[in-house]
Every structure is written in C-alpha cells, then in structure tokens.
C-alpha cells in the first residue's frame, strides 16, 4: 500500500485515468530547500496563530502581482479592463474542491438547481450530487458550451421557482484546457456567457481554471473568465502546477460581492485561514522564482509527452480532440466504452470511461498523459489500440461444425474457444442431442448471448429448450447445413453423402463439393450474426430488415420512434408527433432518450414507456422484455400489453394541505369532494374524487378547481379527476392544473389513481386485485399480482 499517495496504482496496470501530476516529478527538492529557508528565516511566533481568513496580505500582495503577469503580460487587449489585479480580489483556500465547498455552503441549499456542462469534471459532479443539488445539463461543443440551450436551462429553472426559493443560479463550467475534452471556451462565448450573467440577476459562474497555465501554446493566451463580469469567480490551484500536498488554491473576483459573503463564514471564524503553512510556501515560491521555473519545466514536459500519445493515436486511426493545455485527451471510438474498460482491464491498461462525465458520453473515453513517463504512455494506449482491434470484432463461439478456418480468414470475427462472458454471439450446427445440451448448459450458466442454431431435424423437446432460451435472447433457426443457400443449389442439386465426404450434383454433371459449402455457411454466418446480434429476445426464422422509424400512440401521446436518430428529421419535417424516442438495445434491456420538439431531453411520464413496448412487439415481435435497467418489464399476451410499473416513491393520502384544499374547493365551488390525496413519482399527481358524473361535467368548474390549486402555489401537480363506480371501474378526466387544460395523463398518473381506489376500499395489498379506468380515448387496465403492479392497454 502506498504510505503518501491518494490511493494505490497498481504495478501491473497501466491506468491511464489518473489525472494526477507524475510522482516522480514533483519538486521534492524545492520542497526541502524551501522549508530550510523557512525553518531559519522565521522569526515570528504569529506565524503559528490562527491565520486570516482570505489569506496572509502577504501572499496575496505577491499572488496578485505574480496574477496579474502570468494572465496579462503577453495577451492581446481585449476586453476593457484594469489588467491587474488586487489582493482584495483574492480569497487563499484549500485548493479548488476547497473554493468549491466553500461556495456551496454559503450559497446553496439542498435540492438547489446547478448547471453543469455535458460533459464535466466527475468529481465536481459528484460533490454537487452529494450536497443534494439538482444537476441540469448543458452539451459542450467545439468552442465550449451551448449558449442556446443554456439559456434555456436558465429559464426552464426560473419559471420552475415559482416561490422564488434560490437565490442563486450557478454554472459550474472549465472554459480553459476542459476536463476531460481539453476544449477552451472561445472569447466570443466568453462574452454570450457576460451577457448572460446581466440578462438574469440570478445567474452566476464559477470558473474552474485549475489547468489555466498549462499551455502549450504561447499564442493562445485567455483572460481569467472573472474578467467578463462581476458576477463570475475564477477558481485557480497550485495542485497541478507545483504539488497537491500543499493543497493551495485562490478564488478571483473583480468586485467580491462572493468573497465578501464566504469570509462571514462561522467556520472561518472558528478556524481562521486555511492552510497557512501551504501558503507561506507559494508566497515563496513566487518570490524567489521557482515557481514558473517549476511550471515551464512541467508545460515542456506535459507537452512532449502529449505529442507522443498524439502521434501514436493518429498512426492508428483514432478520433480524438489534441489537447492545447492540460492533461487529458478525449477520444471518440464509437462503442461502449464502460463496457469495453472491463475487457481492457484483461489487456492490463485502465482510463476513465465517457459516462462518468455526462449523459451523452458513452462513446468516449479519457486518458492522461501527466502520470506516466514517455515509455509507460506508449505502452498503455499501445494496450489500449490491442484491445480495442479485439473489443470490436465479433466475437463468437462454434458449435459442432467445423468453420474455424474460413471464419479466421475475416477480420470482423475473433473466434473464442469456450462458453464465456467475453462472447458476443454463438454458432451451432451439430446434432439434436448436442444442441439440446447446448441449450440446457447456456440457461444453467445463466449466459445470455444471441445463438444462430443450423442444426438438422431438431426435436420438441430441444425446440422447448430454445423457446425458453428465445425468452430472453436472439435466437436464429436456418433450416439446415446449407444455411438458406437456395440460390445457388435449387431443387435439381442432389445430394450425396459417402463417409465424411458430401457433394451435390445436377443433372449436368455439375458438382460442388463440401468445402464449397462450408465456406458459403462461413460467409453466411458473418452476415448473420451482425443481424441477430442486433435483435431483441425472441425466436425467429428470417432476419427482414424493419422501418427505419415507426409512430406509437400512448394515452393520448404520439411518439416517433427508432434505433437510429432521427431527431433532426422529428423536429424539422415531422409536424404530427410529440416526441421522438431514440431506442438503444443493449443485450437483454432496451434502454431509450426521449425529445421534445426542441430536441431537449425528456423525463419519462411512463407513456413512453407503453410506446416503445409496442414498437419493440410490433417491429422486433418481442413478446416479452426488459426496459430501463431491469425496471420495467412487458409482456404480450391474448393481445394485449401488460407493463410492469414501479411503486409510488411518496405519497400522502391526507394531510393539513389535502383537508385545506378540499374545503376550499367546496366552498368556492358547490362540490361534493369526496376524496383527495397526492403522490409523487417522477412527477407530482393530485387525485380528486367528486360525486358528479365527469363525462357530463361542466369543464369551467374544472379550470376553476385549477386556478384554486394554481392560487395555493402548486400550479406543478398532474390533477386526475375520478369517479369511484361499481365493479371496480373508476371514470377519469386528466388536467393540466398550470395550463388548464384536459390531457390525456399518463401512465404513472394511472398508478396513483389505482393506489387511491386501494386506500379508501380498504383493500390489502396482501391480495391480488385490478381495476379498470374509463378514459375518454383509452380504457386501462391496472393489476396488482403478487407484489407488482402491472399496466393492460
């Protein structure tokens, strides 16, 4: 175990995701002499009192002179400011996750919204997430943030605050050398960003520029992003410059209106400045010079090391950002790079996978260049290269036939030579008798992986076992070793067999031998098994290509979906649905996005849901699947669907608000309110039972039920009106408290109302019972069945 470090870095692996400086450069001579120096110049026993808060005047004096040359000596003008900078605009903390504690806590309270980029910094995400705030994200594109769909996040966030609870909107954003895309925020998005920061008084940035001379590039210098306005703060650090250890950070604000608020901290107070030893270190680093010595001897080393790993990227064909700064290099291959670390892992090399850094990420992955030395750098992305040239071939296991030979021959296929994980797809063409033990061991292994079975004259009893198998794969059955080769050999070939030799002849005298045949089964499996590798669970006996995108209806909602993106088409030329739905099939889970018509990312309202199981049926005849990460389930049967929902996160059947509202309601409106109760799944639900008949309702009383519940500040809720009737059937109108306006509500909705019926009917969730919803389009069916609930349309 190492005695110092973090956490251990094994021997044996090459980790290319440690973001950290090489241990074997960092200045531990310096450090030595410096504290030689210290140890015989101090004189004053005040250095051992509790420091002061923002600092010692002393380093920020030096700071801010060594600031002020280091952002402005060599950078073309501008921007119309002071270009320097001033003790007072400066705030000496632990590092920059030390400055960023610091603003949360005197600036955010839980459950707070923040606003980060897509993709960021994953430990800063982390922390944001631990603190209980809401992360929004904004997409990142060549030259830094989207402006446009963060100023709609900004609004999304505003109008959502209709209390006006948060004082504060934050944009946590890395404009300089990104972590992990090493991209730099252009001057002119710089100046959106200022724009921004006037338009709204709510919003503010926190800039973090812990890579900010890291440049390789001398030509391509920036201003601190607190130059563009007062209300932004720059987070700098000395972490990646000279040492982590001394843990010394700085926040930097033109007018500090922040720093003021974080130095009334009653933390600050009790402990006084943060590590002053740490800063009586910089403050002589600065001074004697052996600071920036110590930096260009890291950006010359960083900078060579890059343009190794560059070189060698570029020699193999690899799509990736090259870095101006920094330590990072993002690259693009195209595959899941989660699932591909867990197969490197075997190769001996490690890096950080894309979507531990955003929500569109999956393809990318990011390596450092800072950790290892020339050699261990070439190595690893040369482990890397090697594994990747395995991850993406198709990876397959025979049974019975041999085709190993032909097979070997293609380059798209790695032949694996037992039943494992690593597999992606499996072949058989042997007996009856060993494909049924085929099948038997590949469900008590528990292996889940798409067969092509070429097997003759299959039994009911092996074809049972396929079925079964079929439940929760891709299973492909061809008629015989000729694996549908009709084209070639009609009904006048005749065949022969004589020991192990085959041969087919016609009436010509024409012959064509076994080792022709199996080269054309070889050639036939490859495009097969890119199909059915493709394929949801089910049984099937021909491989026909489906649309390319199909429109699904559900409760109301018309949804375009498909496996490929189709989102520019959606919304551009498509003028008849809601949204489009971009399904990803990934082994046994069908996993999906879905936009709106601005192409803004949508939380499920459960219709999706609904939608995409049948166009999995419909497209794919998959009877039965699992959707979202094994939450979900459908299946079909005797025509109907029937979808496995979860159980309500919180509700309250009454409380102080419900029994307000109800009499309210009454005596506003002359209604017999016989019931009211709210819930919250992924979105809030209000469920009103009334005596009169809603599909003779007068729809004004509802708006003005509406505007009731809009008055009390709760204009968010999804309100179900319901009629309780005989035989379990409830009547059901669906509002839109904010708009006032019938909808066609959606499936959770349907869930609340189900779990109201259960309540005020005493019935124990002990027992199996259903209910059916008259709606004014659609009738639902709700079940509960052995502790799930389930959804029948």
Not at 758 to 763: K, L, Q
Request: aromatic fraction near 12%; charged fraction near 25%; charge should be negative.
């Amino acid at each position: 175990m190492p005695i110092y470090s973090q956490y251990e870095v094994p021997k044996d692996i090459i980790n290319l995701g440690v973001g950290q400086p090489a241990t074997s450069e960092l200045p531990l001579e310096w450090f030595k002499s410096t504290l030689q120096d210290l140890s015989s110049t101090l004189d004053n026993p005040e250095f051992l009192q509790y420091g002061a808060i923002s600092g010692y005047d002393s380093v920020k004096n030096e700071l801010a002179k060594w600031l002020t040359n280091k952002y402005y000596a060599n950078i073309k003008k501008k921007l119309n400011i002071s270009h320097s900078i001033s003790k007072e605009q400066l705030f000496m903390t632990n590092g920059n996750t030390g400055a960023l504690q610091l603003l949360i806590d005197t600036y955010v309270e839980t459950s707070d919204e923040i606003i980060i980029e897509d993709p960021t910094y994953f430990i800063a995400k982390n922390i944001f997430e631990d603190y209980g705030l809401n992360v929004n994200y904004v997409p990142i594109e060549k030259d830094g943030i989207n402006i446009e769909i963060l100023e709609e996040k900004i609004l999304e966030i505003i109008e959502a605050d209709t209390k006006q609870l948060q004082n504060r909107i934050f944009l946590y954003i890395i404009p300089i050398h990104h972590n992990p895309t090493s991209i730099t925020l252009s001057h002119s998005k710089r100046l959106e960003l200022a724009k921004l920061c006037d338009k709204y008084p709510k919003f503010y940035i926190i800039a973090d520029e812990v890579y900010h001379f890291l440049n390789f590039e001398n030509n391509d210098l920036h201003y601190p992003l607190a130059d563009y306005h007062e209300k932004i703060i720059s987070l700098g650090s000395f972490s990646k410059l000279l040492s982590p250890s001394l843990r010394v950070g700085y926040m930097y604000q033109k007018e500090s209106t922040l720093l003021e608020g974080i130095k009334k901290s009653a933390i600050l107070d009790s402990s006084g400045g943060i590590n002053p030893l740490g800063f009586k270190l910089i403050e002589t680093a600065i001074t004697n010079g052996s600071l920036d010595k110590i930096i260009n001897k890291n950006i010359l080393m960083l900078k060579e090391k890059s343009n190794f790993v560059i070189e060698f990227l570029k020699q193999n064909d690899i799509n990736f950002i090259i870095p101006k700064g920094g330590y990072f290099i993002w690259i693009d291959l195209n595959i899941d790079t989660n699932a591909f670390l867990n197969f490197a892992t075997s190769y001996k090399v490690k890096f950080q996978p894309g979507v531990k850094f955003g929500q569109s990420c999956n393809n990318f992955l990011r390596i450092s260049f800072s950790y290892y030395n020339s050699d261990d750098l070439i190595t690893g992305v040369s482990r890397i290269i090697e594994a990747y040239s395995i991850f993406i071939k198709t990876k397959i296991y025979i049974s019975g036939l041999e085709i190993k030979e032909s097979l070997e021959k293609d380059k798209s296929i790695h032949i694996i030579d037992s039943l494992s994980s690593n597999i992606d797809a499996i072949i058989d063409n042997s007996s009856d008798e060993n494909t049924c033990q085929l099948i038997k061991n590949l469900l008590d292994l528990k292996l889940n992986k798409p067969i092509i079975i070429a097997s003759k004259d299959l039994t009911p009893k092996t074809l049972d076992y396929i079925r079964i198998y079929s439940m929760y794969n891709p299973v492909l059955i061809v008629s015989d070793v000729t694996f549908n080769i009709n084209k070639l050999i009609d009904e006048e070939w005749k065949r022969t067999e004589k020991d192990s030799e085959i041969k087919f002849e016609n009436n010509n005298g024409e012959i064509i031998y076994y080792k022709k045949i199996k080269n054309i089964f070889a050639i036939n499996c490859v495009n097969y098994i890119n199909k059915i590798i493709k394929k949801n669970p089910g049984l099937y006996y021909n491989l026909d290509n489906s649309n390319n995108f199909k429109m699904c209806t559900s409760l109301g909602n018309k949804f375009l979906i498909s496996t490929k993106n189709y989102l520019s088409y959606f919304m551009k030329e498509d003028k008849e649905c809601d949204y489009f739905i971009l399904v990803k099939i990934n082994d046994l889970n069908y996993n999906w996005i879905i936009f709106n018509k601005k192409g803004i990312v949508e939380k499920s309202n459960g219709n999706d849901l609904m939608a995409v199981a049948k166009y999995l049926h419909t497209e794919n005849n998959i009877k039965y699947g699992e959707i979202l990460d094994n939450k979900y389930i459908f299946k079909y049967e005797n025509n109907k669907y029937y979808f496995q929902m979860e159980e309500p996160k919180e509700y309250t059947l009454k409380d102080e608000y419900t029994q307000n509202l109800k009499q309210l309601i009454e005596q506003l409106t002359g209604l017999n309110v016989v019931g009211m109760s709210k819930y919250i799944m992924v979105s809030k639900h209000l469920i009103i039972e009334i005596k009169d008949d809603l599909f003779n309702f007068d729809t004004d009383i509802i708006k003005t039920i509406c505007s009731i519940i809009n008055s009390e500040g709760n204009n968010s809720y999804n309100i179900s009106f319901i009629n309780l009737l005989d035989n379990n059937l409830i009547r059901v109108k669906y509002y839109d408290c904010e708009k006032l306006i019938e909808t066609d509500g959606n499936a959770y909705s349907c869930l609340a109302i189900f779990d109201y019926y259960a309540y005020v009917n005493e019935i124990s969730y002990d027992n199996n019972f259903e209910v059916n919803l008259l709606l004014n389009k659609d009738n639902i069916k709700i079940i509960y069945k052995d502790n799930k609930y389930f959804i029948s349309y």
